[in-house]
């Protein structure tokens, strides 16, 4: 195997991923218990840009590992935080997400970082890069969906 086989099996995770979330209505589920005003345009516009993260990160795996590291970084932290975590915090209501989260982001985020590290591609301080980037990347749809209705951000037309 290679960081660049695991890059696109990221990839093809994150499109099962995307799938699922919007069959089961990630969308209601975000309303009621993470509290995201989130719409379904929102939904297609940031899965729209993972996969193009996915393909550029996959594309540039040989010349840039830390990419794979970052989007290896964001599934397992979309996986755990966005999934499995509230699946416990709410005692067990499902999370649109949370199969392909627990079946395929951990462990192939697992088997990604490790696969770096013991190729020589990723020291610790590299995997904590990754996973910060991850977490960066997963902030700014979470942050541009809490700003856009703010008076400063809204692009409502000025009365004439």
Request: aromatic fraction near 14%.
């Amino acid at each position: 195997m290679t960081l660049e086989a695991f890059a696109w099996l990221g990839m093809a995770a994150y499109a099962a991923h995307a799938l699922e979330e919007y069959t089961l209505d990630w969308r209601n589920w975000s309303r009621a218990i993470l509290g995201l005003p989130v719409e379904w345009s929102d939904f297609y516009v940031t899965n729209a840009v993972v996969v193009v993260l996915g393909i550029a990160q996959a594309m540039l795996a040989r010349t840039l590992p830390i990419a794979v590291l970052a989007y290896t970084g964001l599934m397992l932290i979309n996986g755990f935080f966005m999934h499995v975590m509230p699946v416990i915090r709410t005692r067990g209501r499902f999370s649109p997400g949370v199969i392909t989260a627990v079946v395929f982001f951990l462990p192939l985020g697992i088997a990604t970082y490790r696969f770096a590290i013991e190729s020589g591609l990723a020291d610790a301080w590299t995997v904590v890069t990754g996973l910060v980037l991850g977490a960066l990347i997963l902030a700014f749809p979470i942050g541009m969906l809490l700003i856009k209705s703010k008076p400063y951000f809204r692009q409502d037309p000025t009365p004439v």
